[in-house]
């Protein structure tokens, strides 16, 4: 159990080999919002998680007080709250009411005691190409608020705040969903540098169509260079990061395969401990010598190259 837990601890004891990052602690609700239909935004009290996690990373949380259910759930960082003088002092993530826990999370209220540990998980790796393009799926929108932030130099994450070098010249998020109602923060995603392409299935707000074809847009583009406003070559040196439904994954994952492009896909398995005890979130991971093995989505994941999954 890590001794930098502030408030009080319960719950599974963190094993600090696997997740020296993680602290656990039992703390409170500061704020639940809605985000969309059936969707709301969690903001916990939690300094020493915000201070330490980074995009694409996630928490397991579980009520503070009983027995149901027993395991926690997790939920990907959407963003760090902060105080006056920028110190972090809280988490928020984005959920959609799915079954036991989540149902129970609608009824939560600012004070409400809440048990989380974290950061966990690897998270998105820092930018690294001209091109970002973030394509997300219903609430797998939620990691990529961090992600952008920091691509476009507006926030820093991590301790020690951990530094893009290289910022892309562009920053692109296709972001796809079943209807308008169920659009998710987009007010949050209205950021300078941002370029924001929404699809939705039924037509009722942006593209008509799936989120994969917005990517198939972008991916065709040229890139254009700055000085001139004029088209200068093919969209290259592209980097795609993915969350959302598995079949869309792997359509996004496809896309990128044809393209040579590289494609990292933040997983959503289901998790019993979220820190490498129970091997209840393992997949089918290839590696390096072309042979398969299982990892652990909650350790070596959840983010992994699309390359390296074999998608079902
Ligand atoms: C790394 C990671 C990050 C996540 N981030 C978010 C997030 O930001 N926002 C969000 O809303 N959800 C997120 N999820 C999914 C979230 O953890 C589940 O929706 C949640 O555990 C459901 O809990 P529950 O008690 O309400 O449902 P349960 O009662 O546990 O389950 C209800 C039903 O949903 C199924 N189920 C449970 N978890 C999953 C899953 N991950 N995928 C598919 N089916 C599942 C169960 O098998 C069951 O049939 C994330 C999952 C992972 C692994
Ligand atoms: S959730 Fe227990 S090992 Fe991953």
Redesign the pocket.
Known sequence: MSQESTVCTAGPALLPGMVPQAVQLTTVVEDIRPMAQNTWAVRLRAPEIAARITPGQ?LMLRPAHGSD?LLG????L?DVSADADGVPTGVE???????????LMIHWKSGTEVTVWGPL?NGFPVPQHRNLICVAGG?GQ??FLAVIREALGQRHYGAPARRVTVHPESVTLCYGVRSAAFLAGLDDFRLPGLDLRVATDDGSFGHHGFVTELLRQRLSESRQTPASGQPSEPLNDTVVYCCGPVPMMKAVAEICRDRAVPCWL??????ACGFGACFS?VVKVMESDGSWDYRR??VEG?VFEATRLALT
Not at 73 to 76: C, D, L, N, S, T
Not at 93 to 103: E, I
């Open positions: 996630f259910p759930r997790p939920f990907a959407y993530f984005g959920f959609v009411r799915v079954g036991k826990l989540t149902s998980g609430i939620t990691p933040s997983l959503e398995t289901p998790m979130c989505t909650c959840p």
